[in-house]
T-cell receptor, first 111, second 112 residues
């Protein structure tokens, strides 16, 4: 039982490049989330998907897009990366009782 | 120099001591609270949760206390071990919000 799996674990981009972070969960959860974590800022919600076929903006959505491909998969895309998007990105899925399960994180550096 | 905001509150304890990590939450409409542990280079992991109709809940070596009057949550770790060194986050579920709301975290450092 893998839980929440994120790829890639590490990525270095140049300003203006695009990339997609992939996330998959095998716990049959309806809700999935993308967070970013920066020093001293805690976890900030970028986008979430309450159920398959729906997505909504979180606290810091600018510069990102998401796709809920199916119940298992929720991807995060950076269309034109900026140095301000250097961060650690976490995908999570949520149980019906409210607990969040997190992936191991994707560490992105934008030069 | 660096912004104060970049530094997490830190609790330093000796191995074998009991640790208490505190959290003030924001909303009286919160009905569920969770403590997460995040080790360096890893994602946050669930430790223990508590519903708002409870004052105390115990797990293995951990106890969570909830004081709704002053909107305060604490995590007590008994006989702290070096493997407990991590950042600890409290999170609250505010009714009507789309996800959990997280605190900034406290770093626990355990010396052998």
């Amino acid at each position: 039982n893998a839980g929440v799996t994120q790829t890639p674990k590490f990525q270095v981009l140049k300003t203006g490049q695009s990339m997609t972070l992939q996330c998959a969960q095998d716990m049959n959860h309806n809700s999935m989330y993308w967070y970013r974590q920066d020093p001293g800022m805690g976890l900030r919600l970028i986008y979430y998907s309450a159920s398959e076929g729906t997505t909504d903006k979180g606290e810091v959505p600018n510069g990102y897009n998401v796709s809920r491909l199916n119940k298992r998969e929720f991807s995060l895309r950076l269309e034109s990366a900026a140095p301000s998007q250097t961060s650690v990105y976490f995908c999570a899925s949520r149980t019906g009782t409210g607990e969040l399960f997190f992936g191991e994180g994707s560490r992105l550096t934008v030069l | 120099g660096e912004s104060v905001g970049l530094h997490l509150p830190t609790l330093s304890v000796q191995e074998g001591d009991n640790s208490i990590i505190n959290c003030a939450y924001s909303n009286s409409a919160s009905d569920y609270f969770i403590w997460y542990k995040q080790e360096s280079g890893k994602g946050p992991q669930f430790i223990i949760d508590i519903r708002s109709n409870m004052d105390k809940r115990q797990g293995q070596r951990v106890t969570v206390l909830l004081n709704k009057t002053v909107k305060h949550l604490s995590l007590q770790i008994a006989a702290t071990q070096p493997g407990d060194s991590a950042v600890y986050f409290c999170a609250e579920n505010i009714i009507g919000y789309s996800t959990l709301t997280f605190g900034k975290g406290t770093m626990l450092l355990v010396s052998p």
